[in-house]
């Protein structure tokens, strides 16, 4: 979403400054976001398709190994609990116990020495729809004023105080979840954005 | 990186479509890149700022946990083990020997309770700047053809073509990596890049 605000608003800053033709910023920032939201969206959905066949592969190779190097496998088991200083004796138990169950033995492995969570591949999709949705809507907050205002200039003014309100507290949300300070989350989003738009704006003047 | 290849191109295709001015294309396209380098770069670095001081405050809120209350702490570091099938006595000196080291103990609730990879803070930078360089150099492959092309639409076949081979090269080489089908890969990034442009370019040449 603070892509979705902060690319569209920084590209349509940057026309304005260069071509001064309200149309033409607004048909470059459609084209950015139809391209921005599609490519994010799919892209991280298959990138999310990618961890799941990734993790379903390695758990394959986990179950086969457990099956054709019983021995091996309880003696990686046995050095993770090495790594935290227990004694052969007390680990021995603990290795039997882990081993005694298949699943249990492979999904030990699997977090703890390969440090895999699993993924839902439902999740998958949801993400991507989110992703999209996210890019879409952030990016017509940006450029609806250019639509509505009279002036490219007013436009871009406008744009501009939206964009960074939402940016603003699109951070201080960000932040309130994250734990840290709401305060500093929503400068840093909004310094983002501004420092975007001003190099793109400066650059497509520059050379126009 | 395909973000990089895929967004500016898209961009410019459709601009292509709707307005037909190389130098207006070559605007956008830079004024694109400029923008999503900075945002996705400086945006990615803050992400994993965000990440470490994130993980740090957990880490410094299960500290003052086993100094307060280590019979609860205890308990969730035999509750691990009780997800793996183990029995009481044979948890009992598991857990006193994580216990006996509070740096070892920490490191145990950090990863097994709380599934905290421990981020590192070096890799922030190194990756926003990695992020940064690959969409400004994903960005100037589809934007170039139309710098030097004598023509708007044969800068846009040449564009369509490089990039087109570009995506494929990319999705080949990170499906190499990822361990999926290296093809499988490639016809990937080509088709998101593909119906990103699609879109862009139909959008574009519609609302002009």
Same mark, same amino acid.
Not at 36 to 53: K, Q, V
Not at 174 to 193: F, N
């Given at each position: 979403?603070?892509?979705?605000?902060?690319? +569209?608003?920084?590209?349509? %800053?940057?026309?304005?400054?260069?071509? /001064?033709?309200?149309?033409?910023?607004?048909?470059?920032?459609?084209?950015?976001?139809?391209?921005?939201?599609?490519?994010?969206?799919?892209?991280?959905?298959?990138? *999310?398709?990618?961890? !799941?066949?990734?993790?379903?592969?390695?758990?394959?190779?986990?179950?086969?190994?457990?099956?054709?190097? +019983?021995?091996?496998?309880?003696? #990686?088991?046995?050095?993770? !609990?090495?790594?935290?200083?227990?004694?052969?004796?007390?680990?021995? +138990?603990?290795?039997?116990?882990?081993?005694?169950?298949?699943?249990?033995?492979?999904?030990?492995?699997?977090?703890? #020495?390969?440090?895999?969570?699993?993924?839902?591949?439902?999740? /998958?999709?949801?993400?991507?729809?989110?992703?999209?949705?996210?890019?879409?809507?952030?990016?017509?907050?940006?450029? /609806? +004023?250019?639509?509505?205002?009279?002036?490219?200039?007013?436009?871009?003014?406008?744009? %501009?105080?939206?964009?960074?309100?939402?940016? !603003? *507290? !699109?951070?201080?949300?960000?932040?309130?979840?994250?734990?840290?300070?709401?305060?500093?989350?929503?400068?840093?989003?909004?310094?983002?954005?501004?420092?975007?738009?001003? /190099?793109?704006?400066?650059? %497509?003047?520059?050379?126009?």
């Amino acid at each position: 979403m603070a892509d979705g605000l902060t690319v +569209p608003f920084a590209l349509a %800053a940057g026309l304005t400054g260069a071509v /001064a033709k309200t149309h033409l910023v607004v048909i470059a920032g459609l084209a950015e976001i139809a391209a921005g939201s599609i490519a994010m969206g799919l892209g991280g959905y298959l990138a *999310a398709r990618t961890d !799941f066949d990734h993790y379903e592969s390695e758990k394959a190779r986990e179950i086969r190994e457990t099956e054709e190097v +019983p021995g091996l496998e309880k003696e #990686e088991v046995a050095d993770v !609990f090495r790594g935290y200083g227990m004694t052969e004796e007390s680990i021995a +138990p603990v290795v039997e116990a882990i081993a005694a169950d298949r699943q249990r033995w492979v999904d030990f492995m699997m977090r703890f #020495e390969l440090g895999f969570e699993e993924p839902d591949p439902k999740r /998958a999709l949801h993400s991507a729809a989110t992703i999209a949705g996210s890019y879409i809507l952030g990016g017509m907050v940006p450029l /609806a +004023p250019y639509m509505i205002a009279s002036g490219i200039y007013t436009g871009l003014k406008i744009s %501009a105080a939206v964009t960074l309100a939402a940016l !603003f *507290a !699109f951070g201080y949300g960000k932040g309130r979840l994250t734990g840290i300070s709401p305060l500093r989350g929503g400068l840093q989003t909004v310094v983002i954005g501004g420092l975007a738009s001003a /190099a793109a704006f400066g650059l %497509a003047r520059w050379i126009s």
